[in-house]
């Protein structure tokens, strides 16, 4: 089975998917940390009220960032020269430093401070552990419908 052709609107619904999920991330952090955190990050500046519009711009950058790296990630010479393994971990590396490159800029957090480094290398490990296992999830999902489709392909052949 050929996986169609790619758009430039598959690249923005995955761009916008990924907002979704991100902003969602940064919805239920603000609910629960929000008020502690509104002093202290950008990120939180408006407590359990909301996130500002121009964090939600940054997400939106971040967002894109994350589907650029994707879609490196998944072209043909690298697909044939790495492994999925690698191309993974390179992906998570590469998102990684984005992230912290966006931290400074963006000062989202005081980047002095050490319990705050360790929250976001925390919170990004969970959040790629997720990852993964959904991934994987997906993967094995996929592969049991087409492995019953050939079963049912081949009993309808014998």
């Not at 984005?98 to 319990?115: A, G, Q």
């Not at 919170?123 to 552990?129: D, G, K, N, P, Q």
């Amino acid at each position: 089975m050929m996986e169609e052709k790619k758009t430039v609107f598959n690249y923005i619904s995955q761009t916008f998917a990924t907002y979704g999920v991100i902003v969602l991330i940064f919805v239920l952090f603000s609910l629960i940390i929000g008020e502690s955190a509104a002093e202290y990050s950008a990120l939180f500046a408006l407590g359990k009220e909301g996130i500002s519009l121009p964090i939600l711009a940054e997400l939106l950058l971040l967002a894109v960032m994350i589907t650029a790296a994707q879609v490196v990630f998944v072209t043909d010479v690298i697909i044939r020269n790495l492994s999925i393994v690698i191309r993974n971990v390179l992906l998570f590396v590469t998102v990684f430093i984005v992230m912290i490159i966006m931290i400074i800029i963006f000062d989202w957090f005081p980047t002095k401070d050490i319990t705050a480094w360790m929250g976001f290398v925390i919170s990004y490990a969970v959040s790629m552990l997720i990852s993964v296992f959904i991934t994987k999830l997906r993967e094995h999902l996929e592969n049991s419908k087409m492995q019953k489709a050939l079963d049912d392909f081949n009993k309808g052949n014998n």
